[in-house]
């Protein structure tokens, strides 16, 4: 298309370069032709003069003649005159038809008048003939002559008429071109700029442009749909920014909450390791008043249940202990054991804890060792357990914990077919304080998040179908 267009251009511009050619041949040849005239009515002119000369010469002879009474002709006077004469008749700038007849007839009447033995009465009548001669062939050339101006005139008044035209219709089409090749596409271009400023970034249509302007109009639509395109990622990059600074703010504000949650635990922690230490003694009274029970009891039933009882306290002292170290920085310790073992000792110790509607139920391998701070692994799993009969309504439904290996890790999972979690905490995650039931502390799963964190293990929600909870901990077997 451009090529098309530049080839197009060429041929206008050829075009008019030929018609500016053409006018200045015509005016050229006009004028040259004027040029010729000229010359011509300067010969004519001249030609006209010799024959006036030759006629005064005429006059002068006949005065002397008349006035003077001199008879005697003057040879070389005379013999100049034929010769003049002569020339004059071979020169062919006459303009009348019978002036090379005259002039033979005035050459032969010299050669008579000139001649011996002619009479003063002979050479009167023929000064007489020659002067008419002469008069006649003036008066027939000066007729001729302005008959021939009048021609000139007359085609040289067509010609400047012609060459007015010419030049009028250039100026007409220059002015033409002017208007709608230079102005007209200017003033567009003039709106297609107003029309930047505006940031309108349409290309226009380029169907009707005259060709020589199609290469100018298509690089306006290319230019434009270039802008739009920075024009956009300018706009995306904008927004991508904003987003960023909204992130990074929401990211700022988490960080302060986080802060102020962590001055909260902070606080929490202090409390509860005065707590801790104040309950260590009475818990060790209360642990030997019940060993002293257990050893009154005759029933197996009884003293099994009191057994619990002593064990749990024993697991309370030792949970005692482990705060009261974390409040020291102090890693619990760890140890080997069977971790269905566990479970199942926890599973019947908290069925006294939930209703009697609520089904509990472990699914698992019979043997499963694994080396973990077995204490704060019971709570945490004790802490999943609660949270989910809590979650049950009307007491009644099913609770299920699941233990399997994989690898070097131990997945656990603890599900109910309760309500679920609530779309906010899946989104936004585990946070202290940040509770959905009605009384809830909201450090429940925060703590198990922490005491997965610290055996670089991941925890993680999500909900059952059709309704229900899951939450899968994947912890390490083994713990140094």
């Known amino acids: 298309m451009k090529a098309f267009s530049y080839r197009y251009a060429q041929l206008r511009g050829w075009a008019v370069l030929g018609l500016l050619l053409l006018v200045l041949v015509v005016l050229g040849g006009m004028i040259w032709r004027n040029l010729e005239r000229f010359e011509t009515m300067q010969a004519y002119v001249t030609y006209a003069h010799r024959i006036q000369q030759v006629t005064s010469d005429l006059q002068v002879a006949l005065t002397d003649y008349f006035v003077l009474h001199n008879k005697r002709l003057d040879e070389g006077k005379w013999s100049r005159l034929s010769a003049e004469i002569v020339g004059l008749a071979r020169n062919d700038h006459h303009v009348a038809r019978d002036t090379p007849e005259r002039l033979a007839e005035l050459s032969h009447t010299i050669r008579a008048l000139t001649a011996e033995g002619s009479t003063p009465e002979q050479q009167e009548a023929l000064l007489m003939h020659a002067l008419v001669i002469t008069n006649a062939m003036m008066d027939a050339e000066a007729l001729e002559r302005e008959r021939l101006l009048e021609d000139i005139g007359r085609t040289t008044r067509a010609e400047v008429e012609l060459a007015l035209g010419i030049v009028a219709t250039l100026l007409v089409l220059v002015g033409l071109f002017l208007r709608y090749r230079v102005m007209a596409p200017l003033n567009d271009l003039k709106e297609l700029l107003l029309r930047l400023a505006r940031e309108d970034y349409t290309p226009i249509d380029t169907h009707n442009i005259d060709p020589l302007l199609l290469p100018v109009f298509a ?39 986080d802060l102020a949650r962590t001055e909260r635990l902070a606080a929490v922690g202090e409390l509860a390791a005065g707590i801790a230490h104040e309950l260590r003694n009475p818990l060790a009274g209360i642990q030997m008043s019940c060993a002293n029970l257990r050893k009154e009891l005759t029933e197996p039933e009884q003293a099994e249940r009191v057994s619990l009882i002593i064990e749990e306290l024993k697991r309370m002292g030792r949970l005692l202990n482990e705060l009261l170290d974390q409040s020291k920085h102090t890693p619990a310790p760890v140890r080997d054991f069977n971790l269905p073992t566990l479970i199942r000792e926890l599973v019947s110790l908290t069925r006294y804890q939930i209703p009697p509607g609520i089904q509990l139920e472990f699914q698992g391998p019979e043997h499963l060792p694994c080396r973990l701070p077995e204490c704060r692994l019971r709570q945490s799993l004790l802490n999943l357990i609660l949270n989910s009969a809590q979650a049950l309504k009307d007491g009644r439904g099913h609770i299920l914990i699941e233990a399997q290996p994989q690898g070097d890790r131990i997945a656990l999972t603890v599900s109910d077919d309760g309500p679920g979690f609530t779309k906010e905490m899946i989104d936004s995650g585990i946070r202290p304080f940040a509770t959905g039931r009605p009384g809830g502390t909201g450090l429940g799963l925060a703590m198990v998040q922490r005491f997965v964190r610290d055996l670089g293990g991941q925890l993680s929600l999500d909900n059952r179908v059709p309704h229900g909870a899951r939450v899968r901990l994947l912890i390490p077997s083994r713990c140094h």
């Open 219 to 257: 690089s306006y639509n290319e230019m434009v749909r270039h802008l739009a395109e920075l024009e956009e990622a300018k706009r995306h990059y904008a927004e991508s920014l904003e987003a960023e600074v909204r992130s990074a703010t929401r990211a700022l504000l988490e960080q302060q909450a």
